[in-house]
């Protein structure tokens, strides 16, 4: 059984198509965590909120890159 989680190969892919979506990098984030892979979830997220500081799902990322940093759980849904 693959250690990545099926969701992951498609939003790789849109990362690759769309690499400055913050939606995109929040999502993957999120994915990561559940998962239990907290080092890629932040990765992800800081990636994001790099990619667009000013939108919305930019600031999300920031967010959840700093819930998670200070020992909190990336949500399972939303």
């Not at 990362?15 to 907290?38: I, K, S």
């Not at 992800?44 to 700093?66: D, Q």
């Not at 998670?68 to 399972?76: D, I, Q, S």
């Amino acid at each position: 059984m693959s250690s990545t989680p099926p969701r992951t190969n498609g939003r790789r892919k849109a990362l690759v198509l769309g690499p400055n979506v913050p939606q995109a990098w929040y999502e993957m984030g999120r994915t990561y965590g559940v998962a239990g892979r907290r080092g890629n979830a932040q990765r992800a997220w800081k990636t994001g909120s790099e990619s667009n500081k000013f939108s919305p799902w930019g600031k999300r990322c920031a967010e959840m890159l700093h819930v998670v940093e200070h020992g909190g759980e990336p949500p399972r849904n939303g």
